[in-house]
């Protein structure tokens, strides 16, 4: 959460400074705010609310350069307005940060002391206050950054620039992401490649307790005691800036929820052995050895890929027999859960960053459990510190509203059940060969869905008026029932409820009067008339239902006041394709409610404190 960018080289800083955040926009929204250097002078300027309010402050504006740091906030501490918009600047340090300083009352105190009273509510601007005392001592900023970190508790990346040093720039993190990219005769510091794919693909990533040093464009890291770290290794990142462009389509939403089945064709690429149908996984840092040995499975995630997480489960339990369990990471994280000693503990997330995650992660390895990534983005927090790692290769996800993400996941956890049911013969060749059959055949069924996009619009039109929605589903299509809920919450504010249909009847169904609408996930499966029963009494309680199915279902379309259809499948890839109704409709429904779909209010894409 929060965009950081900071830029030194000989290109108009303010240019590159704004660019950049405007690909970080999706980490927040709040306010934002730039400190640039005109001439000798750092001249901060900053605005509440989206970038284009301070894109309109600083449209005449002249920066001479040769750097600055830039901002887009997700509100923490204090309320989005000017005043605790980012940079903060104090004497002659100009600070921005993402993350949660967690000691900020105890630091406030200390200053307070020293007669120093804050002008914003921020943590952040504390570090202000901290460096620039240091500095008044005499301290350079490399100096005053050591004295600094051991004051500070929390999570947070930070870039700094001093008045006094206009061509140099400085950054330090904890358990937030913070990147360096190398350019050619210029260097930009931020929190995601997304800021610079379109100058550099070099990039070092910062790791905790590290900092990065940059005068007049030569590069140095730090570890905490101030050693240089002379090994530090540069990256070549293989995204552009391509990738993160709308192409034509009206929202990043939409342009992800339409590159479905190639985001499915690259999941699955170089994984499947075609001779033989089976899944034979590229390396992924754990041994077929080790997969064999694993007696429990523990998947942990966060949101949409929380769900992703909850489908596997069914999977992984059908085909590799092994007992599984599914946590939201926030929970497991203090839930004080008792692993096994043989559980093979697999986080799964889009970002790779998400603070929950990654912290569950650590505390697995600590407990000393293998750990396996299911992740999008290479070169992550995640993707770096895990043992293994399984690629969604999904291709960046700018939506804030997760879409491409949550198919990718699902199909990277079936490769690796079935890779896993392969070594330990826990399941028939043959079935296994049907799985695959079956996945490989998902890409262009998802095509077909998406060729419904019409009839999904026309039922999302006449939905705008309900008081509320339920989506309920059974077995793998209960946690899409919980996505469509999630989906439609987040873009549309509405209110959504996911439920096991099964449960209705313990509690929810008092809800239902003509009022509600009703989202059915009703495939041809082995649940399918337990289904049908279930809209039939929400039905005769006055509920609008649009029955999700598959193919053309006489009955469930004469239930329905939307009818809307998916191709046969199996069980398992049922629920993949359940996803794309369900996506859109929710999209829909925003668009027709006028909704800003990719920055839904209050969110932010890749969420970095817990
Ligand atoms: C919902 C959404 C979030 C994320 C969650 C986890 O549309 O995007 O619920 O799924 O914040 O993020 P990652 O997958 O990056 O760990």
């Given amino acids: 959460m929060c965009g950081i960018v900071g830029y030194w080289g000989p290109e108009k800083p303010k240019k590159v400074i704004l660019d950049g955040l405007r690909s970080l926009e999706y980490r927040g929204y709040d306010s934002a705010g730039v400190a640039i250097f005109d001439s000798s002078k750092l001249k901060v300027v900053r605005s509440p609310g989206k970038l284009s309010q301070l894109e309109e402050k600083i449209k005449s504006s002249e920066f001479t350069g040769p750097s600055g740091i830039g901002h887009t906030r997700w509100a923490t501490h204090g309320a989005p307005n000017e005043k605790n918009a980012h940079p903060h600047k104090v004497g002659s340090i100009a600070v921005v940060h993402n993350g949660i300083i967690e000691n900020y009352i105890e630091i406030k105190e200390k200053l307070a002391k020293k007669k120093i009273m804050p002008s914003s509510d921020t943590d952040s601007e504390l570090i202000a206050h901290l460096l620039s005392l240091e500095c008044k001592k005499g301290k350079n900023l490399l100096e005053a950054t050591l004295n600094v ?33 190398i350019g050619e005769k210029e260097i930009i510091i931020a929190s995601d490649v997304q800021a610079f794919i379109s100058r550099t693909n070099r990039v070092a990533y910062l790791e905790d307790g590290e900092i990065v040093l940059s005068k007049k464009g030569q590069v140095k890291f730090f570890n905490v005691r101030g050693q240089e770290i002379t090994n530090k290794k540069i990256h070549e990142v293989k995204w552009n800036s391509v990738m993160a462009e709308k192409a034509g389509f009206d929202h990043f939403m939409q342009k992800e929820i339409f590159e479905q089945p190639q985001a499915l064709r690259q999941t699955m690429e170089s994984h499947v052995d075609h001779d033989s149908m089976t899944v034979k996984l590229k390396p992924t840092g754990l041994t077929d050895a080790q997969f064999k040995k694993f007696s429990r499975i523990q998947l942990i995630a966060c949101g949409t890929a929380w769900h992703a997480a909850l489908v596997a489960k069914y999977f992984f339990e059908r085909v590799t027999k092994i007992s599984t369990q599914v946590d939201i990471a926030s929970e497991f994280r203090y839930g004080h859960s008792i692993l096994e000693k043989d559980t093979l503990v697999i986080v799964v997330t889009q970002s790779g960053e998400t603070a929950d995650t990654l912290a569950c992660l650590r505390l697995c390895k600590k407990e000393g459990h293998k750990t396996l990534a299911v992740v999008n983005v290479p070169h992550s927090s995640i993707d770096r510190e895990s043992h293994g790692r399984l690629y969604t290769n999904a291709g960046p996800e700018i939506g804030v509203c997760s879409t491409k993400a949550f198919t990718s996941q699902i199909v990277a956890l079936q490769l690796l059940a079935l890779h896993m049911a392969r070594l330990r013969k826990s399941c028939k060749v043959t079935e296994i060969q049907e799985h695959v059959r079956a996945l490989l055949e998902l890409p262009s069924q998802v095509e077909v869905c998406l060729n419904h996009d019409k009839w999904f619009k026309e039922a999302a039109l006449s939905l705008t008026a309900y008081r509320g929605f339920l989506y309920i589903g059974r077995g793998v299509n209960y946690p899409v029932a919980l996505e469509g809920a999630l989906k439609l919450k987040e873009i549309t504010y509405l209110h959504a409820e996911g439920y096991p249909s099964g449960e209705l009847k313990h509690g929810p169904i008092a809800l239902v009067d003509s009022s509600m609408a009703v989202v059915a996930m009703a495939s041809k499966d082995e649940l399918y008339e337990k289904n049908v029963s279930n809209i039939e009494e929400v039905r005769a309680r006055g509920a609008q239902i649009i029955a ?24 398992a890839t049922n629920s993949i394709l359940m996803a794309i109704p369900v996506q859109l409709l929710s999209y829909h429904v925003a668009v027709a409610l006028k909704r800003d779909v990719d920055q839904p209010r209050n969110l932010a894409k890749s969420v970095t404190v817990e």
């Fill in 149 to 181: 970190i051991p004051q500070l508790r929390g999570a947070y990346s930070i870039l700094v620039v001093n008045e006094d040093e206009p061509d140099t720039l400085l950054a330090f993190k904890n358990a937030t992401p913070m990147l360096v990219g």
């Fill in 548 to 571: 999700i199915g598959t193919e053309d279902d006489a009955h469930l379309r004469r239930l329905s006041r939307h009818y809307l259809s998916i191709p046969k499948a199996t069980w």
